[in-house]
C-alpha cells in the first residue's frame, strides 16, 4: 500500500513540473510575440556621386569666306579679267592667245622678271589660269622662306586671316605638270582650306638642281587659290567633249 502511494505521488510530481515547464513556455513565447522588435540603427545611405555627362563635342572650324573674300596673291584675285591681269603682267598675252581651248580656258605661267618690281620679292615662278576669260586659278611657288609645310601654312594664314581649319590632301603643281607626266612624280603633301566657292592649298616644292652642295635641294613653298566653280564648269566641259568625241569614234 505504502509503495502504491509514493508511485502516485511521484507521478504526480512529474505531472505538476511538466504543467509548470508547458505553461512557462507558452507564456515567455506570448511575451516574445507582443514585445516590439528591438529598434535598429538606420541603414547609413551612401552618397554617390553623380556621372557627369560627357563633354559636347565642339564643332570642327570651318572656313566661311566667299568668292569675293578669297586672298590676293601679288595683285591677283579671282575673279579678274584677261586684261585686268594684262594690265599687271603684260607679258602674258602672247602665251593666253596661243594657251587657250574650245572649253574657254587659257592658261599663262610668270617668271620673276615678269612681275612689277614692288611685287618680285620672295618671287620665284608663278602660273594663272582664266574659265571664260576670269581668273580661276593663281599659283605662286616661293622662294625658300620655308622647308616646313606646317610652319608655311601656318604663315599663309596669318597674312591672309584665314581660319584653321586646314586639312591634309596631295596636290599638283601646275608648273610641274609636263615632270609629272614624264617623270612619274607623284602629287605632293599638302594642306587644303575649302570654303564657299575656292579653295587655298599650300605645299612644299623640291626641285633638284643637281651637284652636292647645300643648293643641290632647292626649296620652293607653293600657295594655290582656285575658284571650284569654274573648276567644276570646266572638268563637266571636257568630260562633255571627250563623250562627243567618242561618240563620233567608228571602227
Not at 513565447?29 to 514585445?35: A, D, S, V
Not at 602674258?92 to 622678271?113: I, P, S, V
Not at 638642281?209 to 626649296?219: V, W
Amino acid at each position: 500500500m505504502r509503495r502504491y502511494f509514493r508511485s502516485l505521488t511521484l507521478t504526480l510530481t512529474v505531472m505538476v513540473i511538466t504543467s509548470l515547464v508547458c505553461a512557462a513556455g507558452t507564456f515567455a513565447q506570448r511575451r516574445r510575440g507582443t514585445q516590439s522588435p528591438r529598434p535598429q540603427p538606420p541603414v547609413k545611405k551612401e552618397r554617390t556621386t553623380p556621372t557627369p555627362a560627357p563633354p559636347t563635342a565642339a564643332p570642327a572650324p570651318k572656313c566661311t569666306l566667299d568668292l569675293a573674300q578669297s586672298p590676293e596673291l601679288r595683285g591677283f584675285r579671282l575673279g579678274m579679267t584677261v586684261e585686268q591681269v594684262l594690265a599687271r603682267v603684260p607679258n602674258l598675252r602672247t602665251q593666253l592667245a596661243e594657251r587657250n581651248n574650245e572649253d574657254g580656258w587659257h592658261y599663262a605661267e610668270m617668271n620673276r622678271d615678269d612681275l612689277p618690281s614692288d611685287d618680285r620679292e620672295y618671287f620665284n615662278r608663278g602660273a594663272v589660269e582664266f574659265v571664260d576669260g576670269r581668273l580661276s586659278y593663281i599659283e605662286i611657288g616661293y622662294t625658300q622662306v620655308s622647308s616646313n609645310l606646317e610652319e608655311f601654312t601656318k604663315m599663309i594664314a596669318n597674312n591672309f586671316n584665314l581660319p584653321d581649319a586646314w586639312r591634309p590632301s596631295q596636290s599638283i603643281s601646275r608648273l610641274n605638270v609636263l615632270e609629272m607626266l614624264t617623270k612619274g612624280w607623284k602629287p605632293l603633301e599638302s594642306k587644303t582650306l575649302d570654303c564657299n566657292g575656292f579653295r587655298v592649298s599650300t605645299m612644299i616644292e623640291v626641285q633638284y638642281l643637281g651637284g652636292s652642295g647645300p643648293l643641290s635641294n632647292y626649296t620652293s613653298p607653293h600657295v594655290q587659290i582656285e575658284d571650284t566653280v569654274a573648276a567644276q564648269l570646266l572638268a563637266k566641259r571636257r568630260k562633255e567633249r571627250d563623250e562627243k568625241e567618242r561618240g563620233k569614234f567608228k571602227p
